[in-house]
């Protein structure tokens, strides 16, 4: 149980266009998901938090209006970088939690978007 | 504000070894304490946590830490390194209720040789 995936697992896309990056809860009802960036040998920064049908809470630094954040539904999550740059290359990581006081976050596999 | 470090960016050991990864946390309330593994291009898998209770606290593939709050110190150990233990390992915390966001640590590098 407990399983989150990512759409796609890797994608490259041109400098200036947008790409989607979905993440699933696929057998328990996300109430809040997350969304991290790493970069190579690098830990996990937390971007924003985001709670079924409601906005996203950013992490300070973070500009909102590249990295939009979508959770629409208890098992959909969506980020979409738009306008993307060669600095947006990097390795996007969701995780799930179920409940609002529950404290277990289960993370996706990532999706490793390179901008080119 | 809360804050985790890991000593020693990378840590290297001999197959059947002892493993010894270092984390020490700072926090103003409870913690509750979060060992997690990540091998290349994957997502983080849990280890282990410390919520409340034991302080000494099992996780998977032999793995086991001890929550010294004295010390604030939460050391990931094994007691014989497998080939298939090389990876990153990273420690978190949150805030005790546990349902505010993760701080991770910089991570370990673990490499197991023959």
Redesign the interface.
Known sequence: GAV?S?HPSWVICKSGTSVKIECRSLDFQAT?M?WYRQFP????M?MA?SNEGSKATYEQGVEKDKFLINHASLTLSTLTVTSAHPEDSS?Y?C?A?EG??????Y????T?LTVT | AQSVTQLGSHVSVSEGALVLLRCNYSSSVPP?LFW?VQYP??????LL?Y?TGATLVKGINGFEAEFKKSETSFHLTKPSAHMSDAAEY?CAV?LS???N??I????T?LAVHP
């Open positions: 989150v990512q809040t997350f040998k690098q830990s996990l937390l938090t390795f990581i995780s939690r609002l006081v529950s404290y277990e976050q993370f996706g596999p990532g490793r | 509750y997690y291009n994957q997502g983080l898998q849990l946590k919520t990273f949150s209720g546990g349902y966001k993760l991770f640590g910089a991570g590098r």
